[in-house]
Protein backbone atom coordinates (compact mmCIF):
# COMPACT_ATOMS: atom_id res chain seq x y z
CA UNK A 1 0.00 0.00 0.00
CA UNK A 2 1.19 3.82 -1.13
CA UNK A 3 1.31 6.51 1.43
CA UNK A 4 1.08 10.08 -0.25
CA UNK A 5 1.44 12.88 1.45
CA UNK A 6 1.08 15.89 -1.07
CA UNK A 7 -1.43 16.65 -3.57
CA UNK A 8 1.75 17.56 -5.59
CA UNK A 9 2.58 13.58 -5.71
CA UNK A 10 -0.73 12.21 -5.70
CA UNK A 11 -1.71 14.44 -8.89
CA UNK A 12 1.32 12.92 -10.75
CA UNK A 13 0.36 9.14 -9.39
CA UNK A 14 -3.05 9.79 -10.74
CA UNK A 15 -2.06 10.92 -13.84
CA UNK A 16 0.19 8.04 -14.38
CA UNK A 17 -2.54 5.80 -13.15
CA UNK A 18 -4.40 7.41 -16.02
CA UNK A 19 -2.24 7.18 -18.90
CA UNK A 20 -1.63 3.26 -18.24
CA UNK A 21 -6.24 3.23 -18.41
CA UNK A 22 -6.82 2.61 -14.88
CA UNK A 23 -9.56 3.63 -13.00
CA UNK A 24 -9.39 5.46 -9.87
CA UNK A 25 -11.82 5.33 -6.96
CA UNK A 26 -11.26 7.98 -4.31
CA UNK A 27 -12.89 7.41 -0.68
CA UNK A 28 -12.14 10.73 1.46
CA UNK A 29 -12.46 10.30 5.20
CA UNK A 30 -11.68 12.15 8.42
CA UNK A 31 -9.95 8.91 9.72
CA UNK A 32 -11.39 6.75 12.78
CA UNK A 33 -12.23 4.09 9.95
CA UNK A 34 -14.95 1.92 10.79
CA UNK A 35 -16.92 -0.47 8.59
CA UNK A 36 -19.11 2.15 7.47
CA UNK A 37 -15.72 3.30 5.47
CA UNK A 38 -14.64 -0.05 4.42
CA UNK A 39 -17.99 -0.12 2.87
CA UNK A 40 -17.13 2.52 1.32
CA UNK A 41 -13.68 1.08 0.05
CA UNK A 42 -15.34 -2.08 -1.22
CA UNK A 43 -18.18 0.09 -3.21
CA UNK A 44 -14.79 2.14 -5.00
CA UNK A 45 -13.59 -1.74 -5.58
CA UNK A 46 -16.51 -2.69 -7.16
CA UNK A 47 -16.13 0.56 -9.20
CA UNK A 48 -12.09 1.57 -10.04
CA UNK A 49 -8.59 -0.58 -9.79
CA UNK A 50 -6.94 1.20 -7.85
CA UNK A 51 -8.84 2.66 -4.67
CA UNK A 52 -7.29 5.91 -2.85
CA UNK A 53 -8.72 6.64 0.89
CA UNK A 54 -8.03 10.11 1.86
CA UNK A 55 -7.55 10.83 5.82
CA UNK A 56 -7.72 13.85 6.79
CA UNK A 57 -9.48 16.07 9.65
CA UNK A 58 -10.68 19.12 7.74
CA UNK A 59 -10.99 21.82 10.20
CA UNK A 60 -13.26 24.40 7.95
CA UNK A 61 -15.98 21.71 8.18
CA UNK A 62 -15.97 21.86 12.11
CA UNK A 63 -17.78 24.92 13.84
CA UNK A 64 -15.84 25.11 17.41
CA UNK A 65 -12.46 24.17 18.25
CA UNK A 66 -13.76 21.53 20.68
CA UNK A 67 -15.55 19.38 17.84
CA UNK A 68 -12.48 19.73 16.16
CA UNK A 69 -10.24 18.71 18.75
CA UNK A 70 -12.55 15.95 20.26
CA UNK A 71 -12.54 14.01 16.86
CA UNK A 72 -10.83 10.92 17.18
CA UNK A 73 -7.82 10.18 15.86
CA UNK A 74 -6.35 6.62 15.16
CA UNK A 75 -4.00 6.93 11.65
CA UNK A 76 -2.04 3.85 13.26
CA UNK A 77 -4.91 1.80 13.35
CA UNK A 78 -6.36 3.60 9.59
CA UNK A 79 -3.68 2.39 8.02
CA UNK A 80 -3.79 -0.86 8.99
CA UNK A 81 -6.92 -1.59 8.25
CA UNK A 82 -6.82 0.09 4.98
CA UNK A 83 -3.63 -2.51 3.93
CA UNK A 84 -5.91 -5.01 5.42
CA UNK A 85 -8.60 -4.12 3.17
CA UNK A 86 -6.98 -3.86 0.03
CA UNK A 87 -6.42 -0.12 -0.38
CA UNK A 88 -4.17 0.79 -3.09
CA UNK A 89 -3.16 4.02 -1.65
CA UNK A 90 -3.62 6.34 1.11
CA UNK A 91 -3.71 9.85 1.09
CA UNK A 92 -2.33 11.68 3.93
CA UNK A 93 -2.44 15.71 3.39
CA UNK A 94 -1.02 18.32 5.70
CA UNK A 95 -2.77 20.87 6.21
CA UNK A 96 -0.32 23.30 5.06
CA UNK A 97 -0.96 21.30 1.64
CA UNK A 98 -4.63 21.66 1.32
CA UNK A 99 -5.12 25.26 3.42
CA UNK A 100 -1.95 26.79 2.10
CA UNK A 101 -1.28 30.41 3.97
CA UNK A 102 -3.25 32.78 2.97
CA UNK A 103 -5.62 30.29 1.49
CA UNK A 104 -8.92 31.89 1.21
CA UNK A 105 -10.99 30.36 -1.70
CA UNK A 106 -14.15 28.37 -0.80
CA UNK A 107 -16.91 26.27 -2.81
CA UNK A 108 -20.25 26.67 -1.79
CA UNK A 109 -24.03 25.15 -2.87
CA UNK A 110 -26.50 27.47 -1.69
CA UNK A 111 -29.14 26.47 -1.05
CA UNK A 112 -29.04 23.11 -1.12
CA UNK A 113 -26.42 23.32 2.12
CA UNK A 114 -29.06 25.59 4.46
CA UNK A 115 -31.46 23.25 6.03
CA UNK A 116 -30.63 20.74 8.31
CA UNK A 117 -26.87 19.93 9.49
CA UNK A 118 -26.23 23.33 7.68
CA UNK A 119 -29.05 25.19 9.61
CA UNK A 120 -27.29 23.86 12.85
CA UNK A 121 -23.60 24.43 11.94
CA UNK A 122 -23.21 27.48 10.06
CA UNK A 123 -20.41 27.00 7.19
CA UNK A 124 -20.02 23.46 7.60
CA UNK A 125 -21.24 22.78 4.27
CA UNK A 126 -19.16 25.22 2.68
CA UNK A 127 -15.95 23.63 4.36
CA UNK A 128 -17.16 20.17 3.01
CA UNK A 129 -17.83 21.33 -0.44
CA UNK A 130 -14.04 23.17 -0.41
CA UNK A 131 -12.30 20.32 0.85
CA UNK A 132 -13.67 17.84 -1.30
CA UNK A 133 -13.06 19.90 -4.40
CA UNK A 134 -8.74 19.70 -3.17
CA UNK A 135 -9.40 15.97 -3.01
CA UNK A 136 -10.96 16.02 -6.31
CA UNK A 137 -8.33 17.75 -7.51
CA UNK A 138 -6.04 15.93 -5.98
CA UNK A 139 -7.10 12.56 -6.70
CA UNK A 140 -8.46 12.64 -10.24
CA UNK A 141 -10.94 9.86 -9.85
CA UNK A 142 -13.41 8.60 -12.24
CA UNK A 143 -15.90 7.54 -9.35
CA UNK A 144 -15.43 8.84 -5.60
CA UNK A 145 -17.90 7.12 -2.57
CA UNK A 146 -19.77 8.56 0.31
CA UNK A 147 -21.67 6.80 3.11
CA UNK A 148 -26.11 7.50 2.85
CA UNK A 149 -25.96 8.45 6.60
CA UNK A 150 -24.63 11.87 5.71
CA UNK A 151 -27.28 12.21 3.75
CA UNK A 152 -27.39 15.85 3.00
CA UNK A 153 -23.37 16.15 2.48
CA UNK A 154 -24.17 13.23 0.03
CA UNK A 155 -26.85 15.79 -2.00
CA UNK A 156 -24.38 18.96 -1.55
CA UNK A 157 -21.55 16.44 -3.06
CA UNK A 158 -23.57 16.11 -5.89
CA UNK A 159 -24.99 19.37 -6.21
CA UNK A 160 -21.22 21.10 -6.20
CA UNK A 161 -19.90 17.96 -8.97
CA UNK A 162 -22.87 18.50 -11.24
CA UNK A 163 -23.41 22.21 -11.24
CA UNK A 164 -19.58 22.56 -11.43
CA UNK A 165 -18.76 20.02 -13.83
CA UNK A 166 -16.21 17.82 -12.13
CA UNK A 167 -16.43 14.15 -14.47
CA UNK A 168 -16.61 12.22 -11.16
CA UNK A 169 -19.15 9.75 -10.58
CA UNK A 170 -20.12 10.25 -7.05
CA UNK A 171 -21.55 7.56 -5.36
CA UNK A 172 -23.82 7.06 -2.34
CA UNK A 173 -23.41 3.85 -0.16
CA UNK A 174 -25.99 2.18 2.32
CA UNK A 175 -25.31 2.82 5.74
CA UNK A 176 -23.38 -0.16 7.76
CA UNK A 177 -25.15 -0.42 11.58
CA UNK A 178 -24.58 -1.71 14.85
CA UNK A 179 -26.39 -5.55 15.92
CA UNK A 180 -28.81 -2.73 17.40
CA UNK A 181 -29.37 -0.35 14.30
CA UNK A 182 -27.20 2.58 15.64
CA UNK A 183 -25.84 3.99 12.26
CA UNK A 184 -21.67 3.73 12.56
CA UNK A 185 -20.17 6.69 12.99
CA UNK A 186 -16.51 7.92 14.42
CA UNK A 187 -18.54 10.07 17.33
CA UNK A 188 -19.97 7.00 18.55
CA UNK A 189 -16.83 6.14 21.12
CA UNK A 190 -17.56 9.05 22.70
CA UNK A 191 -20.79 8.13 24.44
CA UNK A 192 -20.90 7.40 27.76
CA UNK A 193 -22.13 3.81 28.23
CA UNK A 194 -25.40 4.49 29.06
CA UNK A 195 -25.35 6.86 26.02
CA UNK A 196 -24.71 4.47 23.69
CA UNK A 197 -27.06 2.50 24.54
CA UNK A 198 -30.16 4.97 24.38
CA UNK A 199 -28.81 5.75 21.02
CA UNK A 200 -30.79 2.87 19.83
CA UNK A 201 -33.87 5.53 19.61
CA UNK A 202 -32.48 7.01 16.88
CA UNK A 203 -32.83 4.24 14.38
CA UNK A 204 -36.37 3.05 16.03
CA UNK A 205 -37.72 6.18 15.26
CA UNK A 206 -36.35 6.16 11.75
CA UNK A 207 -38.27 2.57 11.70
CA UNK A 208 -41.01 3.30 13.41
CA UNK A 209 -41.64 6.36 10.56
CA UNK A 210 -41.12 3.96 7.58
CA UNK A 211 -43.06 1.33 9.39
CA UNK A 212 -45.77 3.57 9.73
CA UNK A 213 -45.64 5.09 5.67
CA UNK A 214 -45.78 1.16 4.17
CA UNK A 215 -48.85 0.86 6.03
CA UNK A 216 -50.39 3.76 4.47
CA UNK A 217 -49.81 6.72 6.95
CA UNK A 218 -48.17 9.88 4.26
CA UNK A 219 -49.64 12.33 7.01
CA UNK A 220 -46.48 14.31 8.70
CA UNK A 221 -47.84 15.43 11.61
CA UNK A 222 -48.69 11.37 12.52
CA UNK A 223 -45.36 10.59 11.73
CA UNK A 224 -43.88 13.41 13.63
CA UNK A 225 -45.66 12.06 16.71
CA UNK A 226 -44.43 8.83 16.08
CA UNK A 227 -40.98 9.99 15.56
CA UNK A 228 -40.69 11.92 19.06
CA UNK A 229 -42.54 9.04 20.72
CA UNK A 230 -39.48 6.24 19.85
CA UNK A 231 -37.16 9.20 20.97
CA UNK A 232 -39.02 10.01 24.05
CA UNK A 233 -37.88 6.66 25.14
CA UNK A 234 -34.34 8.07 25.98
CA UNK A 235 -34.09 10.38 28.72
CA UNK A 236 -30.45 11.68 28.15
CA UNK A 237 -31.25 12.16 24.47
CA UNK A 238 -31.97 15.75 23.13
CA UNK A 239 -33.44 16.19 19.96
CA UNK A 240 -31.76 18.91 17.24
CA UNK A 241 -34.60 18.04 14.47
CA UNK A 242 -36.72 15.68 13.08
CA UNK A 243 -37.15 16.86 9.56
CA UNK A 244 -39.28 15.93 6.53
CA UNK A 245 -37.56 16.83 3.33
CA UNK A 246 -37.69 16.24 -0.30
CA UNK A 247 -35.12 13.29 -1.22
CA UNK A 248 -33.75 15.40 -4.31
CA UNK A 249 -33.79 19.01 -3.79
CA UNK A 250 -34.16 18.89 0.39
CA UNK A 251 -37.03 21.17 0.08
CA UNK A 252 -39.29 21.02 3.14
CA UNK A 253 -42.05 18.28 2.55
CA UNK A 254 -45.32 19.49 4.75
CA UNK A 255 -48.74 18.07 5.28
CA UNK A 256 -48.35 14.68 3.63
CA UNK A 257 -45.80 12.81 2.13
CA UNK A 258 -46.24 12.97 -2.02
CA UNK A 259 -42.54 11.97 -3.13
CA UNK A 260 -39.68 10.26 -1.67
CA UNK A 261 -39.20 12.15 1.60
CA UNK A 262 -36.24 12.19 3.56
CA UNK A 263 -36.72 11.25 7.54
CA UNK A 264 -33.57 13.34 8.93
CA UNK A 265 -32.77 13.09 12.69
CA UNK A 266 -30.07 14.71 14.51
CA UNK A 267 -30.24 14.26 18.61
CA UNK A 268 -27.52 14.88 20.85
CA UNK A 269 -25.90 12.92 23.67
CA UNK A 270 -23.74 13.23 26.75
CA UNK A 271 -20.14 11.87 25.66
CA UNK A 272 -17.42 10.77 27.96
CA UNK A 273 -15.15 14.08 27.38
CA UNK A 274 -17.76 16.68 28.47
CA UNK A 275 -19.08 18.12 25.55
CA UNK A 276 -22.30 16.74 23.85
CA UNK A 277 -22.00 13.94 20.78
CA UNK A 278 -24.47 15.12 18.11
CA UNK A 279 -25.47 12.12 16.20
CA UNK A 280 -27.80 11.95 12.81
CA UNK A 281 -28.98 9.56 10.87
CA UNK A 282 -32.15 9.35 8.50
CA UNK A 283 -33.97 7.24 6.04
CA UNK A 284 -35.54 7.64 2.61
CA UNK A 285 -39.45 6.75 2.47
CA UNK A 286 -40.21 5.80 -0.43
CA UNK A 287 -44.16 6.50 -0.73
CA UNK A 288 -45.15 4.21 -3.68
CA UNK A 289 -45.09 0.32 -3.14
CA UNK A 290 -40.66 -0.23 -4.41
CA UNK B 1 -10.52 23.00 -35.94
CA UNK B 2 -12.61 21.07 -33.66
CA UNK B 3 -15.93 23.02 -32.79
CA UNK B 4 -17.06 21.06 -29.44
CA UNK B 5 -19.92 22.10 -27.89
CA UNK B 6 -20.58 20.55 -24.36
CA UNK B 7 -18.64 19.72 -21.25
CA UNK B 8 -19.06 16.21 -21.76
CA UNK B 9 -17.47 16.03 -25.27
CA UNK B 10 -14.81 18.73 -24.45
CA UNK B 11 -13.80 16.15 -21.41
CA UNK B 12 -13.88 12.69 -23.74
CA UNK B 13 -11.70 15.21 -25.98
CA UNK B 14 -9.20 15.80 -23.24
CA UNK B 15 -9.13 12.50 -21.59
CA UNK B 16 -8.22 11.17 -24.98
CA UNK B 17 -5.76 13.68 -25.63
CA UNK B 18 -3.99 13.31 -21.99
CA UNK B 19 -3.63 9.05 -22.81
CA UNK B 20 -1.63 10.14 -25.95
CA UNK B 21 0.90 12.21 -24.01
CA UNK B 22 -0.21 15.12 -25.14
CA UNK B 23 0.05 18.60 -23.48
CA UNK B 24 -3.77 21.24 -23.42
CA UNK B 25 -3.63 25.08 -23.62
CA UNK B 26 -6.40 26.43 -22.68
CA UNK B 27 -7.53 30.06 -23.32
CA UNK B 28 -10.97 31.17 -21.93
CA UNK B 29 -12.45 34.50 -23.52
CA UNK B 30 -15.82 35.65 -23.85
CA UNK B 31 -15.26 35.83 -27.82
CA UNK B 32 -14.79 39.25 -29.83
CA UNK B 33 -11.77 38.24 -30.52
CA UNK B 34 -8.87 40.91 -31.13
CA UNK B 35 -5.20 40.99 -31.37
CA UNK B 36 -4.81 40.34 -27.24
CA UNK B 37 -6.69 37.03 -27.76
CA UNK B 38 -4.64 35.55 -30.17
CA UNK B 39 -1.68 36.58 -28.22
CA UNK B 40 -3.06 34.58 -25.60
CA UNK B 41 -3.23 31.56 -28.13
CA UNK B 42 0.61 32.07 -29.00
CA UNK B 43 1.37 31.71 -25.37
CA UNK B 44 -0.99 28.58 -25.07
CA UNK B 45 0.83 27.26 -28.38
CA UNK B 46 4.79 27.71 -26.68
CA UNK B 47 3.42 26.18 -23.95
CA UNK B 48 0.81 23.11 -24.99
CA UNK B 49 0.52 21.21 -28.31
CA UNK B 50 -3.32 21.09 -28.64
CA UNK B 51 -4.83 24.96 -28.09
CA UNK B 52 -8.71 25.26 -26.94
CA UNK B 53 -10.17 28.77 -27.27
CA UNK B 54 -13.05 29.14 -25.44
CA UNK B 55 -15.78 31.35 -26.27
CA UNK B 56 -18.69 32.14 -24.19
CA UNK B 57 -20.21 35.06 -22.49
CA UNK B 58 -20.37 34.37 -19.00
CA UNK B 59 -23.29 36.22 -17.67
CA UNK B 60 -23.01 35.57 -13.95
CA UNK B 61 -19.84 38.06 -13.98
CA UNK B 62 -21.61 41.05 -15.53
CA UNK B 63 -23.03 43.62 -13.02
CA UNK B 64 -26.04 44.65 -15.08
CA UNK B 65 -28.18 43.28 -18.24
CA UNK B 66 -27.17 46.50 -19.83
CA UNK B 67 -23.66 45.42 -20.02
CA UNK B 68 -24.29 41.60 -20.80
CA UNK B 69 -26.61 42.94 -23.38
CA UNK B 70 -24.24 45.75 -24.66
CA UNK B 71 -21.33 43.26 -24.97
CA UNK B 72 -20.36 42.52 -28.66
CA UNK B 73 -20.77 39.00 -29.69
CA UNK B 74 -18.96 38.07 -32.89
CA UNK B 75 -19.07 34.28 -33.18
CA UNK B 76 -18.67 33.68 -36.91
CA UNK B 77 -15.61 35.73 -36.91
CA UNK B 78 -13.91 34.81 -33.88
CA UNK B 79 -14.25 30.99 -35.30
CA UNK B 80 -12.86 32.29 -38.32
CA UNK B 81 -9.94 34.21 -36.27
CA UNK B 82 -9.16 31.35 -34.20
CA UNK B 83 -8.81 28.91 -37.87
CA UNK B 84 -6.78 31.32 -39.24
CA UNK B 85 -4.46 30.91 -36.03
CA UNK B 86 -4.08 27.72 -35.71
CA UNK B 87 -6.31 26.95 -32.50
CA UNK B 88 -7.04 22.86 -32.29
CA UNK B 89 -10.44 23.52 -30.66
CA UNK B 90 -13.19 25.87 -29.79
CA UNK B 91 -15.37 24.99 -27.36
CA UNK B 92 -18.83 26.54 -27.50
CA UNK B 93 -20.46 25.80 -24.18
CA UNK B 94 -24.19 26.89 -24.08
CA UNK B 95 -26.05 28.66 -20.84
CA UNK B 96 -27.75 25.00 -20.19
CA UNK B 97 -24.88 23.50 -20.43
CA UNK B 98 -22.74 25.80 -17.88
CA UNK B 99 -25.26 26.65 -15.43
CA UNK B 100 -28.12 23.92 -15.31
CA UNK B 101 -31.21 24.15 -13.88
CA UNK B 102 -30.63 25.21 -10.15
CA UNK B 103 -27.10 25.60 -10.66
CA UNK B 104 -26.02 27.01 -7.44
CA UNK B 105 -22.69 26.03 -6.82
CA UNK B 106 -20.04 28.69 -6.98
CA UNK B 107 -16.10 29.29 -6.10
CA UNK B 108 -15.07 32.50 -4.66
CA UNK B 109 -11.50 33.83 -3.26
CA UNK B 110 -12.74 36.46 -1.20
CA UNK B 111 -10.26 38.65 0.22
CA UNK B 112 -8.30 39.24 -3.08
CA UNK B 113 -11.49 39.75 -4.90
CA UNK B 114 -13.02 42.78 -2.85
CA UNK B 115 -10.77 45.32 -3.66
CA UNK B 116 -10.53 47.33 -7.39
CA UNK B 117 -12.91 45.93 -10.03
CA UNK B 118 -14.36 43.96 -6.75
CA UNK B 119 -15.51 47.16 -5.53
CA UNK B 120 -16.80 48.54 -8.29
CA UNK B 121 -18.40 45.38 -9.77
CA UNK B 122 -19.94 43.35 -6.56
CA UNK B 123 -20.16 39.80 -7.44
CA UNK B 124 -18.13 39.88 -10.70
CA UNK B 125 -15.03 37.76 -9.36
CA UNK B 126 -17.50 34.79 -8.06
CA UNK B 127 -18.71 34.83 -11.60
CA UNK B 128 -15.37 34.58 -13.13
CA UNK B 129 -13.86 32.05 -10.49
CA UNK B 130 -17.22 29.95 -11.09
CA UNK B 131 -17.13 29.95 -14.60
CA UNK B 132 -13.27 29.42 -15.00
CA UNK B 133 -13.31 26.17 -12.59
CA UNK B 134 -15.95 25.02 -14.72
CA UNK B 135 -13.83 25.43 -17.93
CA UNK B 136 -11.02 23.97 -16.21
CA UNK B 137 -12.82 20.94 -15.38
CA UNK B 138 -13.96 20.81 -18.89
CA UNK B 139 -10.94 21.17 -20.66
CA UNK B 140 -8.79 19.61 -18.57
CA UNK B 141 -5.59 21.80 -19.68
CA UNK B 142 -2.01 21.47 -18.66
CA UNK B 143 -2.12 25.26 -19.06
CA UNK B 144 -3.99 28.15 -19.47
CA UNK B 145 -3.55 31.91 -20.19
CA UNK B 146 -4.83 35.24 -19.60
CA UNK B 147 -4.30 38.05 -19.97
CA UNK B 148 -2.56 41.10 -17.49
CA UNK B 149 -4.97 43.78 -18.87
CA UNK B 150 -7.20 42.40 -16.45
CA UNK B 151 -4.71 42.02 -13.62
CA UNK B 152 -6.94 41.10 -11.02
CA UNK B 153 -8.43 38.40 -12.94
CA UNK B 154 -5.36 37.01 -13.24
CA UNK B 155 -4.57 37.53 -9.24
CA UNK B 156 -7.67 35.91 -8.19
CA UNK B 157 -7.45 32.89 -10.82
CA UNK B 158 -3.96 32.25 -9.68
CA UNK B 159 -5.15 32.71 -6.05
CA UNK B 160 -7.88 30.15 -6.93
CA UNK B 161 -5.51 27.72 -8.81
CA UNK B 162 -3.23 27.45 -5.85
CA UNK B 163 -6.06 27.30 -3.39
CA UNK B 164 -7.81 24.38 -4.39
CA UNK B 165 -4.94 23.04 -5.93
CA UNK B 166 -5.88 23.13 -10.03
CA UNK B 167 -3.17 21.17 -11.85
CA UNK B 168 -2.45 24.07 -14.07
CA UNK B 169 -0.09 26.14 -15.01
CA UNK B 170 -2.03 29.55 -14.67
CA UNK B 171 -0.12 32.00 -17.39
CA UNK B 172 -0.16 35.84 -17.64
CA UNK B 173 0.32 37.61 -21.10
CA UNK B 174 1.47 41.32 -21.25
CA UNK B 175 -1.28 43.46 -22.44
CA UNK B 176 -1.61 44.30 -26.63
CA UNK B 177 -2.05 48.06 -27.29
CA UNK B 178 -2.84 50.03 -30.09
CA UNK B 179 -0.59 52.26 -31.86
CA UNK B 180 -1.70 55.03 -29.54
CA UNK B 181 -0.70 52.67 -26.45
CA UNK B 182 -4.66 51.88 -25.95
CA UNK B 183 -5.13 48.29 -24.07
CA UNK B 184 -7.16 46.28 -26.99
CA UNK B 185 -10.48 45.23 -24.92
CA UNK B 186 -13.53 43.47 -27.08
CA UNK B 187 -15.43 47.07 -25.08
CA UNK B 188 -13.27 49.39 -27.10
CA UNK B 189 -15.56 49.04 -30.47
CA UNK B 190 -18.08 50.28 -28.63
CA UNK B 191 -16.19 54.14 -27.71
CA UNK B 192 -17.32 56.82 -29.14
CA UNK B 193 -15.05 58.23 -31.93
CA UNK B 194 -14.35 60.93 -29.39
CA UNK B 195 -13.83 59.12 -26.28
CA UNK B 196 -11.93 56.75 -28.66
CA UNK B 197 -9.62 59.27 -29.05
CA UNK B 198 -9.43 60.83 -25.42
CA UNK B 199 -9.20 56.92 -24.04
CA UNK B 200 -5.20 57.45 -25.21
CA UNK B 201 -5.08 59.06 -21.81
CA UNK B 202 -5.56 55.92 -19.46
CA UNK B 203 -2.26 54.58 -20.63
CA UNK B 204 -0.52 57.82 -20.89
CA UNK B 205 -1.16 58.24 -17.43
CA UNK B 206 0.72 55.11 -16.10
CA UNK B 207 3.49 56.08 -18.69
CA UNK B 208 3.81 58.66 -16.75
CA UNK B 209 3.91 56.94 -13.28
CA UNK B 210 6.00 54.79 -14.53
CA UNK B 211 8.67 57.45 -15.59
CA UNK B 212 8.14 59.50 -12.64
CA UNK B 213 8.79 56.35 -10.44
CA UNK B 214 11.96 55.14 -13.11
CA UNK B 215 13.54 58.80 -11.86
CA UNK B 216 13.07 58.30 -8.50
CA UNK B 217 9.74 59.27 -7.51
CA UNK B 218 8.35 56.92 -4.91
CA UNK B 219 5.48 59.10 -3.12
CA UNK B 220 1.94 57.99 -3.71
CA UNK B 221 0.81 61.20 -3.05
CA UNK B 222 2.62 62.59 -5.98
CA UNK B 223 2.73 59.75 -8.23
CA UNK B 224 -1.61 60.33 -7.54
CA UNK B 225 -1.19 63.61 -8.65
CA UNK B 226 0.88 62.89 -11.78
CA UNK B 227 -2.06 60.18 -13.28
CA UNK B 228 -4.76 62.65 -12.33
CA UNK B 229 -3.00 65.58 -14.29
CA UNK B 230 -2.96 63.34 -17.35
CA UNK B 231 -6.55 62.26 -16.86
CA UNK B 232 -7.88 65.30 -17.02
CA UNK B 233 -6.06 65.86 -20.26
CA UNK B 234 -9.53 64.13 -21.25
CA UNK B 235 -12.47 66.24 -20.65
CA UNK B 236 -14.91 62.90 -21.72
CA UNK B 237 -13.30 60.28 -19.29
CA UNK B 238 -14.71 59.84 -15.75
CA UNK B 239 -12.60 58.19 -13.22
CA UNK B 240 -13.46 55.36 -11.19
CA UNK B 241 -10.75 54.40 -9.48
CA UNK B 242 -6.35 54.90 -9.82
CA UNK B 243 -5.42 52.99 -6.90
CA UNK B 244 -1.94 51.85 -5.56
CA UNK B 245 -1.75 48.04 -4.73
CA UNK B 246 0.78 45.50 -3.49
CA UNK B 247 1.37 43.65 -7.26
CA UNK B 248 1.47 40.33 -4.96
CA UNK B 249 -1.78 40.56 -2.53
CA UNK B 250 -3.27 43.74 -3.77
CA UNK B 251 -3.16 45.11 -0.63
CA UNK B 252 -3.34 48.60 -0.40
CA UNK B 253 0.39 50.34 -1.23
CA UNK B 254 0.32 53.70 0.67
CA UNK B 255 2.67 56.79 1.62
CA UNK B 256 5.97 55.15 -0.33
CA UNK B 257 6.10 52.58 -3.31
CA UNK B 258 8.44 49.99 -0.88
CA UNK B 259 7.71 46.90 -3.37
CA UNK B 260 6.22 46.29 -6.29
CA UNK B 261 3.25 47.93 -7.06
CA UNK B 262 0.41 47.88 -9.25
CA UNK B 263 -1.32 50.90 -10.21
CA UNK B 264 -4.88 49.92 -11.42
CA UNK B 265 -6.90 52.27 -13.24
CA UNK B 266 -10.81 52.12 -14.02
CA UNK B 267 -12.38 55.38 -16.54
CA UNK B 268 -15.72 55.42 -18.14
CA UNK B 269 -16.66 56.95 -21.33
CA UNK B 270 -18.72 57.69 -23.28
CA UNK B 271 -20.49 54.60 -25.64
CA UNK B 272 -22.05 55.18 -29.43
CA UNK B 273 -24.82 52.67 -27.56
CA UNK B 274 -25.56 55.06 -24.43
CA UNK B 275 -24.04 52.48 -21.80
CA UNK B 276 -20.77 53.97 -20.71
CA UNK B 277 -17.96 52.05 -21.26
CA UNK B 278 -15.79 50.97 -18.33
CA UNK B 279 -12.15 50.86 -19.74
CA UNK B 280 -9.44 49.66 -17.47
CA UNK B 281 -5.54 49.16 -17.43
CA UNK B 282 -2.58 48.80 -14.83
CA UNK B 283 1.00 48.77 -15.04
CA UNK B 284 2.85 47.10 -12.20
CA UNK B 285 5.52 49.55 -11.24
CA UNK B 286 8.98 48.47 -9.97
CA UNK B 287 11.06 49.68 -6.99
CA UNK B 288 14.36 48.27 -7.87
CA UNK B 289 16.30 48.29 -10.96
CA UNK B 290 15.20 45.87 -13.17
Known amino acids: METIRSTRALQARADKLRQQGRRIGLVPTMGALHEGHLSL ?23 GAADLEAYPRTVEADLAACEAHGVDAVFLPSDEDLYPE ?6 ESTEISKPLEGASRPGH ?98 LQHLVQTELDKSVLGELDYAEFRCAESLAPVTDVLDRPTLLA ?22 TSPS
Not at 41 to 59: C, K, L
Not at 137 to 159: I, M, N, S, T, W
Not at 193 to 213: C, G, I, W
Not at 270 to 286: A, F, M, Q, T
Open 125 to 222: FRGVATVVSKLFLAAKPHVACFGEKDYQQLAVLKRMTRDLGFDIDVVGVPTVREADGLALSSRNVRLTPEARTEAVVVSRALDAAASAVAAGEFRVEA
Open 41 to 63: VDAARARADFVVVSIYVNPTQFN
Open 102 to 107: GAETWV
Open 265 to 286: LAVQFPSKDGDPVRLIDNRVLE
